[in-house]
């Protein structure tokens, strides 16, 4: 049977991750957070200084529906999560050499296997013949009111509201704005703005888009 991929792409914020997350266990596909895969290299560079990608040893691992990050025998899952690594997640993306070390490995994972896939170029970039094709938005001001609560949820002292809105804006210039792969919808995408949306509401237009696509 062939292998179905969907790619979400969308900025920083519009809740890609955890509804595709969430999604992909409703459907048996497996996850994968790319975002992940740069956010490694982006805390490797904040500890070491440089990117190290000749001695990095980037694998990942899904435990109860969970992808695990590894770099070498370090698991990093939680480090990666730091406020202070997306930024540098998000620099480290716009350089070709990193955007080439993990191209390889991200379109291997969705020949395996049934997939939903998010970042910023999935389906314009890495998975450019993706059965389905979502971009994931909301207004940065909501974006910026869910990352604050979701902090606060996971029972971590979150940075000014203002601040994590500042970051946000700038994110979105970089990643809109770079040279490599930038973010952008692909033309045949469908366009899902999710801004006042709860979670549940967000994560069902999703699955009703894939169960129709797919007829599951």
Known sequence: MKVRSVAIDGPSGAGKSTISKTVAGRLGFIYVDTGALYRVIGLRFLETGALGLDTLKLSLAFA???Q???DGGRDVTEDIRKHEVSKAASDCSALPE?????????REMAMKSDVIMDGR??????????GLKIFLTARPEDRARRRFDQLQQAGKVPP???QILADIKTRDHNDSSRKEAPLRQAPDAVLLD?????FEQSASL???LIRERYGL
């Open 206 to 208: 999703v699955e009703g």
């Open 98 to 106: 990193v955007r080439a070390f993990l191209l390889g490995l991200q």
């Open 68 to 70: 695990r990050m590894y």
């Open 160 to 162: 000014p509201y203002e």
């Open 121 to 130: 170029d999935i389906g314009t970039v890495v998975l450019p013949d993706a």
């Open 64 to 66: 109860e529906g969970e």
């Open 194 to 198: 999710t801004t006042g949306n709860t």
